[in-house]
């Protein structure tokens, strides 16, 4: 077995891409996006393994629809990460720069 360092879909089954699509897009999304008769009429993971398998250029494009779905999903998590505001920046900001001291206790003045 060969180390594939490059390789995206290293380690990745067939059905675990489809079941992704499926979940993330739903078969009619996967359909507009990759035209294959398998994911509009009747779609079942089944089959569309049992095409896929037999099907080298469908298999491609599907793999490549699902690099591009995690691509996207990965950039927008990057972008959203880029503008939340760490806690402890927006923390310092709210409170004043003086430190909190405690009060001195009272003294009873029953003795």
Not at 58 to 83: G, I
């Amino acid at each position: 077995m060969t180390i594939q360092k490059n390789n995206p879909l290293h380690g990745l089954t067939l059905q675990l891409i489809v079941e992704t699509l499926v979940e993330k897009l739903g078969w009619e999304q996967m359909h507009r996006q990759v035209k294959i008769n398998c994911f509009s009429s009747d779609p079942s993971v089944k089959s569309s393994l049992k095409f896929l398998r037999k099907t080298p250029w469908a298999r491609s494009k599907v793999e490549e629809l699902y690099l591009n779905t995690q691509h996207s999903a990965s950039t927008k998590a990057a972008t959203a990460a880029k503008h939340v505001i760490p806690a402890e920046k927006s923390i310092s900001n709210t409170s004043s720069s003086a430190e909190f001291v405690w009060p001195e206790p009272k003294k009873s003045t029953d003795q």
